[in-house]
T-cell receptor, first 118, second 112 residues
């Protein structure tokens, strides 16, 4: 149990365009989802925390108008990178925690989305 | 500032040996502790969680927690080359949203 999926697994886009990444909890209800970014050979960096039906809470230094997060249901959160630039190229990973079963108190990660902006 | 410290390694052990990974944390109020394994180019995978002082065993993995010393460790018995990965220590300080603070990770290499 406690499976999280992400789509797409990789995406290439042109500078100035927007990209949407989906994160889904497949076998539990995710009351809270987290979005991380990881650059090569660096540690995970938390970007924002989202609770179902509420506005996301962004970490210091993360532009909320650039990284739009929507958590409209208990199984789906989306991250939209708006007006992407090459420096936004990174590995974006979501995680989720839920209200029942193994997902209580534990964060389970999706497989990640590799974004390349050309 | 809540901090989680890990030795970055690399930690190199021969196949079949015990690998010992260590982690300290700064927030004395921390309540939940986790070990994640991350292979190169992949996302983290939860391998152990521990909530109370003492040892918790799961297969070849044993997590140890000492809240008085603010110390958590992971032992991997009979290490295999497939255990070669970066191990991330993560700590939750008890917030209702289960936000985690991660260490920078220890790179483990198991040599055949």
């Amino acid at each position: 149990g406690a499976v999280v999926s992400q789509h797409p697994s990789w995406v290439i886009c042109k500078s100035g365009t927007s990209v949407k990444i989906e994160c889904r909890s497949l076998d539990f209800q995710a009351t809270t989802m987290f979005w991380y970014r990881q650059f090569p050979k660096q540690s995970l960096m938390l970007m924002a925390t989202s609770n179902e039906g509420s506005k996301a809470t962004y970490e210091q230094g993360v532009e909320k108008d650039k990284f739009l997060i929507n958590h409209a249901s208990l199984t789906l959160s989306t991250l939209t990178v708006t007006s992407a630039h090459p420096e936004d190229s990174s590995f974006y990973i979501c995680s989720a925690t839920g209200t029942s079963g193994r997902a209580v108190r534990e964060q389970y990660f999706g497989p990640g989305t590799r974004l390349t902006v050309t | 500032q809540k901090e989680v410290e890990q030795n970055s390694g690399p930690l190199s052990v021969p196949e079949g040996a015990i690998a010992s990974l260590n982690c300290t944390y700064s927030d004395r109020g921390s309540q939940s502790f986790f070990w994640y394994r991350q292979y190169s180019g992949k996302s983290p995978e939860l391998i152990m969680s521990i909530y109370s002082n003492g040892d918790k065993e799961d297969g070849r993995f044993t997590a140890q927690l000492n809240k008085a010393s603010q110390y958590v460790s992971l032992l991997i018995r009979d290490s295999q080359p497939s255990d070669s990965a970066t191990y991330l220590c993560a700590v939750n300080s008890g917030g209702s949203n289960y936000k985690l603070t991660f260490g920078k990770g220890t790179l483990l290499t198991v040599n055949p």
